[in-house]
C-alpha cells in the first residue's frame, strides 16, 4: 500500500514535471519577449511575419511583459538568475544591459556585432549595452526625456520656453497667476514610487549641475546639491505650482493631464507627441517642445539573447532583423519610439534634444541604486523626509548593500570602492 | 501492536521525507541564509555573521515596516473580531434565510486575495472608481495618499478575512443552548447585560482563536497589499513581509531578504507561543 | 492561509457548528412580524457587503468607454470583455494551470496525508510527539520565511516555470494541513473498529484500507477541497517560481494582467469574475458537504 503511495506520488510529480524537454530535431521555434507597444498600431505581427517568410523554418512566438519596467526586471531577475529557457529573445530597458551581463545570463554578441555595424547607432546607446569591454546587446529603440509647453499660453505671456528649473518655476507660477484658472496647473511630471521617479529626479540633478554617481563611483558625490535639486521637486508640489496628483502619477496620467489642457509644462517621452496632434486632441497645434534644463534621460530598449537559449543563430537572426533600418523606421512610424540610428532622425528640435541627452549612470548596479532610490525619493517628494534626511537614508542602504558588510554601516574609503563593487569576475 | 512499529515507519517515511524537503529544510536553511551575503546576480556568497541583523537595527526602511506591520495587524484584527462578532449576534437572531445570510457571508472570505486585491483597487481608482463616484465625484487617491493608503489597505483586508471570525463565532453563538437565554430573561437581566453576562464569556475562547489565526495571517499576508499598493507610497504600507519580499526578489539580496524573512518567522512563533499561554490561561480559569 | 482558517471551523464547536451550517429550524422564538423586518435589514447588510464582488460582475460586463467617463450609470452591458479574456488573455492557460496544480497538490497531500496521518494517530512511531508538533508549527510557517530556499531548491532542480515546482512549494502548506485535518480525523474513529478487524486476522495495511478509509473519506474528502482551495488562491510561491504561461496561476495571471499604460479594467473584471467561479461553487455547491466531514467525519455513525 504505502509502495504503491509513494510511486504514485512520485509519478504525479513526474508527470508534472516533464513537458518541457526541447527536441533537438525540431525547428527553431523562439519565444520573444518584449513589453507591449503602445498604441494601436502594434507594428510587431507584420515585422515578425516578414521574418518568418524570410527564414522558413523558424517561427517566433511572441509573449509580452508585464507594463511597469520595475516588475519587467523582477520578472527577468527571477527567472534568468534560475536560467529559465523559457524565451529566447529578450526586450531589456537600456539600464539592465550591464546588470544582466554581469550576471551572465546574456549571450555575447561582440562576435556577431562588428563594429562598423555598431558604429550606425548613437554612441550612448551603445555605451549603455557594452559591459567588461563586449557588447551584450543590439539597440533597438531609444526614448528621451523632454519637456512639453502650451505654445499659445508661453505666447500670450510672452515668455520664452525654460531654460533652467527657477526659469521653469517661474514661468508656471507667473502664468497660472495671470491666468487666474483655478482648474490650471503649472508643471506635471511623474512622481509615483518607481523608476519613473528616478528619471525625473535625476533630470533635477543634472540641472542642479551634478550626478547620481560621481567619476568615482561615489554616490551623491555632491549631497548640497542633490538635496538642493530634490528639494526643488517638493517644493514644487508643496507650492502647487505642480498638482498633488503627480506624487500618484506615472507618464500616462501626467499626459492626460496636460493632454486635456489642465497644466503648462509636461515632462515626458516623445511618444506624446503624435498624441497631442491628433485630430481628437484639444490642443492640436498648441504644443512646443524643448529640451529639459538639464538635458534629458535617455530611455529606449535593447534587444539581447537569453544565454540559456537553444536557438542562438536563429535568435540572432531576429535581433539583427529587428533592429535593422526598416525595421525601426517601421516602429518609429506606429508608435513613436525613435530609432537608435541618428541617420534616421530628421532634423530639429527633437533631433537637438537627443544630442543633449544623457544616459542614466551605466552599472551594473543600477537596478539596486534604483530601487533603494525610489521609496526615498517619494517620501522626499510627498514630505515625508527632509531631502537630506532621504538622500543620507538611500546612502547608507546603498553602502551596505553595494560594497558589502565588511565594512559596515560605515562609508568606505573612496578608493576600495569600484573594486570592490565589481564582485567576482564572472566566467565565461 | 509491536509488529506494526515497522509499519508506522514505512507509512509514515514518504510525507515525513516531503515535509523535510518543503518544510524542516527550508525553514532552518532561511535563517542560515540570513547570516550570509548572497547576490547570485553578482555570485557575490560570503558568511557575514550577524551583520544583516546589526544593519537592521539602524535601517530606518525595516522599523518604518515594523511599525506598519503592528498598526496594520492590531487594527484590521480588531476591527475583524468588532465586526465579526456583531455580524454573528446579527445572522444568528436571524429566523429566515439564514442559508442565504451564511452564504453571503462566505462570498468575500472563498475568492482568490488577488481578486479582493484587483477589486477593490478598482472600487478605490481615483478618477474611475465606484468610492469616489458615491462621493460626489472627488478625485481622492485612496491607495497613492500617505495618510490614506495604509486604511485603505486595512479596510481591504478586513474586508476580505472579517467572515472567517464572523463564521467561527456564529458557530460558537448557535452551539449556546436557548435554555440559557431563557434563563437570563426570566432573571430579568437586560439584552446588554445578558450579552456581557452569559454570551460574551463563552465566546471569549473561539474569538481567541480566531484571533491567534487572524493575527498569523495578518502578520505574514502577502498578495493584497502586495497587488493593491506594493508598499508604496512613499513605504506607509510597506509591511515586513512585502520589505522581506522586495530585498529577495527585486534585487535578489538573498542574504538580506532572508534575515528580513527571518524576523517574520520570529514574530509569527513568538504570537503563536503567546496566544497559547493566553488560551491556556483561558481554560484553567474556566 | 485561508486553508488554516477552513480548517479552524473544525474547532469552533460541533454542534453549533453544525448547525450554523445546515440543521437549523425555521424559527426560534415568537415575534414573527418584528423579526421579519429586522431579518431584512440584516441580510441588505450582507448584501451591501458582498457588492465589491457583485461590482466586478457589474465592471465585467460594461464597455469600456463607460468604464473611465461614465461613472456609476449603467447604461449598456456588453460580452465583449468575456471574448477578449477567452481569445486573447493568458487567463484560460493560467485556469487550467491552476485546476492542474491544485489537483496534483491536493492529491500528493492527501495520499501522503492518509498514510502519515494513520501511522501518527494509531501506529507506533518515535519520536510521535515531536513529529506532530512540527506538522502543527509547519501550518503556522509564513511563506515569506520558506520561499528564498525553496526557489534556491527549485532552481538547483532545474524545475523554474514547470508545474513541478509550484506543487513542490505548495505542498510546503499542504501537505502540513493535511497531516493534521486527517490525524484529527482518524483520532476520533472509535479504535474498536479496527481492533476488531485486527482480532478477525486482517494486517495494519488492511484494516487501513477497508475500515479507516471508508470511515474518514467525508473528513478526507473536505480536507481535499480545503487543499484544492488553498492551492487555488495561493499567490507568493506561484508568482515567484512561473515565468511563462507554461505555469503561470490565475492569482499571477490576474496580478500581471497586460496592459498598454491603464490596466484595462473591464476585461480585468471579467477574469476576476471566472478566477473567482471555481472557488464560489466548490464552497456553495459542498457548503454542507465540506462541514459535516469537517466536524463529523466517521464520528457521526
Known sequence: MARRLIALALLLLAAAGCGNAPRADEPARLVFRHSRMPGERDPLPALLREFERRHPGITVTRESLPWTADVQHQFYVINLEARASGFDVLMLDVIWVPEFARAGWLLDLSDRWPGTARAEHFRSTVHAATEDGRVWAVPWVTNVGLLYYRRDLLARHGLAPPRTEAELAAHASLIRDRERDPKLAGFVWQGKQYEGLVVNVLESLWAAGTDLLGADGALFPDPARAAAALRWRRDLVRSGASPSLVTAADEEISRREFGSGRAVFLRNWPYAIDLFESPESPLRGRVGIAPLPGGGALGGAHLGINRGTRHPDAAWRLVEFLTQPDAQRAIAGAVGLHPTRPSLHAGGVLREIFDTARPRPVTPWYQTISATLQPEFSAAILGVKSPERALEDARHRLDYFTWGPRHGPQTPRRSDRPRRSRGRPRRR | MIRTRGLGLVLLAPALAALAVVTAYPAFSVIALSLERRVPVFQIETFVGLANYRFLLGDPAFWSAVRVTALFTVVSVLLEVVTGVALALAVNGQRRWRAAAVGLLLLPWCVPGVVAARAFEWLLHPTSGLVNALLGGRAINWLGEPGLALGSVVVADAWRTMPFVALIALARLAAIPVSVHEAAAVDGAGRIAAFRTITLPLLVPVLLVAALFRTLDALRVFDLPFVLTGGGPASTTETLTLYAYRSLFQTLQLGFGAAVATVVFALVIATAWLYSVVLEREERRR | ?301
Open chain 3, 1 to 301: 492561509m485561508t486553508g488554516r482558517q477552513r480548517a479552524i471551523e473544525a474547532g469552533a464547536g460541533f454542534a453549533g457548528a453544525r448547525r450554523a451550517w445546515g440543521g437549523w429550524g425555521p424559527f426560534r422564538g415568537p415575534h414573527h412580524d418584528q423579526s421579519r423586518v429586522r431579518d431584512v435589514v440584516v441580510l441588505a447588510a450582507l448584501a451591501f457587503y458582498a457588492s465589491p464582488i457583485a461590482w466586478q460582475l457589474v465592471t465585467s460586463l460594461r464597455p469600456d468607454a463607460d468604464l473611465m467617463e461614465s461613472g456609476v450609470g449603467i447604461t449598456r452591458l456588453t460580452g465583449a470583455h468575456y471574448v477578449n479574456v477567452a481569445t486573447a488573455s493568458p487567463l484560460p492557460r493560467a485556469l487550467g494551470n491552476s485546476a492542474g496544480i491544485a489537483v496534483v497538490t491536493t492529491a500528493v497531500a492527501i495520499l501522503l496525508g492518509v498514510a502519515g496521518a494513520y501511522a501518527l494517530a494509531r501506529l507506533r512511531v518515535p519520536g510521535r510527539r515531536a513529529i506532530m508538533l512540527g506538522v502543527v508549527m509547519g501550518t503556522a510557517f509564513p511563506a515569506i520565511a520558506t520561499v528564498a530556499p525553496l526557489y534556491l531548491i527549485v532552481r538547483a532542480l532545474g524545475l523554474r516555470d514547470t508545474w513541478a515546482a509550484v506543487v513542490l512549494a505548495h505542498t510546503s502548506f499542504a501537505l502540513p494541513l493535511a497531516l493534521w485535518l486527517l490525524a484529527g480525523f482518524i483520532r476520533e474513529l472509535p479504535r474498536e473498529m479496527e481492533e476488531a478487524a485486527l482480532v478477525d486476522g486482517a494486517s495494519p495495511t488492511a484494516a487501513l484500507r477497508y475500515v479507516i478509509l471508508p470511515a474518514i473519506a467525508p473528513g478526507a474528502a473536505a480536507a481535499a477541497v480545503i487543499t484544492f482551495l488553498a492551492s487555488w488562491n495561493e499567490f507568493l510561491f506561484a508568482y515567484t517560481f512561473t515565468a511563462t504561461e507554461a505555469s503561470r496561476t490565475v492569482p499571477v495571471a490576474l496580478a500581471l494582467f497586460p496592459g498598454v499604460f491603464e490596466v484595462p479594467w473591464g476585461d480585468l473584471a471579467a477574469a476576476a469574475v471566472l478566477a473567482s467561479v471555481p472557488p464560489i461553487a466548490i464552497v456553495f455547491g459542498l457548503q454542507r458537504h465540506l462541514v459535516r466531514g469537517l466536524l463529523g467525519g466517521a464520528v457521526k455513525e
